[in-house]
């Protein structure tokens, strides 16, 4: 079974300048989150979408930060305009939520590591 | 208030000994999850082993094991025999409850290093 898969893995960009991620999550999975991890720290929630719907994007810089799932299935991550502190891992993540169900665990992607100069 | 803490940034193990990583968590939610994932220096987080709140006995995943203290609020990752492919940073994330809406919250790692 492929795993969640993301591109490009590597991005360099100048300050003001747009970026977009892409993700493909594990066939299946209805829930897919976007994670932002900065250096020597643990990733934090961007967004959460359950199918197609965004159900929780409190933490999501909406002023230059933008996502969509469309079809419930892949999903992008856009910056426009990019600044140096958006230099970071964009990691991607899903997982069959199922009602009742306790684990629903989170299988990451290997993440795109973004610098802006 | 940090809800996971790591209290180690970095690790020295020998290789083939056993290793015990400690994590920390606060919550007032009863029902919660706890999890465990690997982060070698190709940047994927693998996951390694999970433990609800709710569970009687610690978490066991081949060489990973779950010391899961729910008075003390610890949830320790005890890796036992370790390899060299080991070496990684490893984090502690939790889950609270359904109305969480699943998302995790990560500690800020533990950088293992195993010596041959």
């Known amino acids: 079974e492929a795993g969640v898969v993301q591109s490009p893995r590597y991005k360099i960009i100048e300050k003001k300048q747009p970026v977009a991620f892409w993700c493909n999550p594990i066939?299946?999975?209805?829930?897919l989150y976007w994670y932002r991890q900065n250096l020597g720290q643990g990733p934090e929630l961007l967004i959460r979408?359950?199918?197609?719907?965004?159900?929780?994007d409190s933490q999501l810089p909406k002023d230059r930060f933008s996502a969509e799932r469309l079809k419930g299935v892949d999903s992008t991550l856009k910056i426009q305009p990019a600044e140096l502190g958006d230099s970071a891992v964009y990691l991607c993540?899903?997982?069959?939520?199922?009602?009742?169900?306790?684990?629903?665990?989170?299988?990451f992607g290997p993440g795109t590591r973004l610098t802006v100069l | 208030a940090q809800k996971i803490t790591q209290t180690q940034p970095g690790m020295f193990v020998q290789e083939k000994e056993a290793v015990t990583l400690d994590c920390t968590y606060d919550?007032?939610?009863?029902?919660?999850?706890l999890f465990w994932y690997k982060q070698p220096s190709s940047g994927e987080m693998i996951f390694l082993i999970y433990?609800?709140?709710?569970?009687?006995q610690n978490a066991t995943e081949g060489r990973y094991s779950l010391n899961f203290q729910k008075a003390r609020k610890s949830a320790n990752l005890v890796i036992s025999a370790s390899q060299l492919g080991d070496s990684a940073m490893y984090f502690c994330?939790?889950?609270?409850?359904?109305?969480?809406?699943?998302?995790?919250?990560f500690g800020g790692g533990t950088r293992l290093m195993v010596k041959p």
């Open positions: 993540a899903s997982s069959l939520d199922r009602p009742g169900s306790g684990t629903d665990t989170q299988y």
């Open positions: 066939s299946g999975h209805n829930t």
């Open positions: 979408y359950e199918n197609e719907e965004a159900v929780d």
């Open positions: 919550t007032s939610d009863p029902s919660y999850g």
């Open positions: 433990q609800g709140s709710y569970d009687q």
């Open positions: 994330a939790m889950r609270e409850g359904p109305g969480a809406g699943n998302m995790l919250t």
